[in-house]
């Protein structure tokens, strides 16, 4: 077991010296990636203009608060909880993030399956675990959020459209059973 200090973009030399079992000490830059995002790129054709190549992709749910840009949050943007989330829904994302994107690290929880890892072996990447239940420290890792490409909130909340779905199916199905409130 070996301790590996990286600084993205990193070199194929360095992602295939990794081994099972090293740890893995991430310095700079780290894009935050979500399903959302990948669903977004891969099955709806958006670009991005960030240049993944030789980067680490985190698995990520992030819950931020839109501020006023400053010299801390130069985007706007300040972190809430910025912890790694499950890999494996995202499974079906790594080879083309690979390939298209140039992505070699993936970090995540959970694991990823063999479609991943034989991505992994034959482009050059790795996956980097991330125990679960971290993401309190994790945001402190945080030091600004530099750039956002993809804001998928727009302000709504999808708990509030699901809540007001469910209510309004609740009340249909209610009328047509004759029920008065």
Same mark, same amino acid.
């Given at each position: 077991? /070996? &301790? &590996?200090?990286?600084?993205?973009?990193?070199?194929?030399?360095?992602?295939?010296?990794?081994?099972?079992?090293?740890?893995?000490?991430?310095?700079?830059?780290?894009?935050?990636?979500? *399903?959302?995002?990948?669903?977004?790129?891969?099955? #709806?054709?958006?670009?991005?203009?960030? *240049?993944?190549? $030789?980067?680490?992709?985190?698995?990520? /749910?992030?819950?931020?608060? #839109?501020?006023?840009?400053?010299?801390? &949050?130069?985007?706007?943007?300040?972190?809430?909880?910025?912890?790694?989330?499950?890999?494996? =829904?995202?499974?079906?994302?790594?080879?083309?993030?690979?390939?298209?994107?140039?992505? =070699?690290?993936?970090?995540? #929880?959970?694991?990823?399956?063999? *479609?991943?890892?034989?991505?992994?072996?034959?482009? $050059?990447?790795?996956?980097?675990?991330?125990? @679960?239940?971290?993401?309190?420290?994790?945001?402190?890792?945080?030091?600004?959020?530099?750039?956002?490409?993809?804001?998928?909130?727009? @302000? @709504?909340?999808?708990? +509030?459209?699901?809540?007001?779905?469910?209510? $309004?199916?609740?009340? $249909? +199905?209610? /009328?047509?059973? @004759?029920?008065? #409130?």
């Amino acid at each position: 077991m /070996a &301790h &590996h200090v990286l600084r993205p973009p990193v070199t194929d030399a360095q992602v295939r010296a990794l081994r099972v079992n090293d740890t893995v000490t991430l310095e700079g830059t780290l894009f935050g990636i979500r *399903d959302a995002n990948q669903i977004a790129l891969f099955d #709806k054709g958006r670009t991005t203009r960030l *240049d993944l190549r $030789g980067h680490a992709a985190l698995h990520t /749910a992030p819950n931020v608060r #839109k501020v006023e840009p400053s010299a801390a &949050h130069p985007t706007g943007y300040a972190p809430l909880c910025v912890g790694t989330t499950t890999s494996a =829904r995202m499974e079906r994302f790594t080879r083309p993030l690979m390939e298209r994107h140039g992505v =070699r690290l993936v970090v995540g #929880k959970g694991g990823l399956g063999a *479609d991943s890892l034989a991505a992994f072996r034959e482009l $050059g990447g790795a996956y980097l675990a991330v125990i @679960g239940g971290t993401a309190a420290l994790e945001t402190t890792w945080v030091e600004a959020i530099e750039d956002v490409d993809l804001d998928d909130s727009q @302000g @709504g909340s999808l708990y +509030a459209e699901v809540d007001a779905q469910a209510r $309004g199916n609740r009340a $249909g +199905a209610l /009328a047509r059973l @004759g029920v008065v #409130k």
